[in-house]
């Protein structure tokens, strides 16, 4: 029988230094202890660290996406409710009650200000992963049979990050929830 991979416990436990310390604060010791694993293993999976970068931000989009429209479709149903619901996902995750760990605000964000050229792949992935929650949205808003689903996409997304950015800097865990009601305001006026 062969040996388990380490792969997956050091992308892990990347993701955990990265999104607590910040990537380039993270060094690579830092995380092979964190890890448990030899300087041999990191690159044996990993040609770089900007790999390893780039492998925990997939991790934390699969972790994140899949949670968080599953949580939207329990709290909301349907996709009317589902948009709103966004809003409620959200209070649950900055008051730590989320099972994706504890809320250290927005790891895409804080990627793409840590590599700021829109054309380093790091911060392209972090942009894919904004994208992606707002195709979601969209198509939420579409089946909801809004004939602007595309604006009110953006809409949401836009309370949706300043929700994200309200918590984090400020520490404001009513954010969500002040989010929200302007949402809703939006979706009832929507077409």
């Not at 970068?53 to 994140?64: G, K, M, N």
């Not at 948009?83 to 927005?106: K, M, N, Q, S, V």
């Amino acid at each position: 029988m062969a040996a388990p991979s380490r792969r997956e416990p050091l992308v892990e436990a990347a993701l955990r230094l990265f999104m607590r310390d910040g990537i380039h604060a993270t060094g690579i010791a830092a995380v092979l202890d964190e890890a448990g694993v030899s300087k041999m293993t990191l690159y044996g999976h990993f040609a770089s660290k900007e790999a390893l970068v780039l492998a925990a931000l997939e991790l934390r989009d699969r972790q994140f996406r899949e949670w968080l429209l599953a949580r939207m479709a329990e709290l909301g149903g349907e996709p009317r409710g589902q948009l709103l619901a966004l809003f409620d996902a959200l209070a649950e995750w900055f008051r730590g009650e989320a099972p994706i760990g504890p809320f250290l605000g927005c790891a895409f964000v804080n990627a793409a200000a840590e590599y700021g050229s829109p054309a380093d792949p790091v911060h392209r992935l972090a942009a894919r992963h904004k994208g992606l929650v707002l195709d979601h949205i969209e198509t939420l808003a579409a089946s909801a049979g809004f004939t602007q689903a595309s604006a009110l996409a953006r809409q949401l997304i836009l309370l949706k990050e300043g929700a994200i950015a309200e918590a984090h800097v400020r520490g404001n865990l009513d954010a969500a929830g002040d989010a929200r009601a302007v949402a809703a305001f939006l979706v009832e006026r929507a077409r």
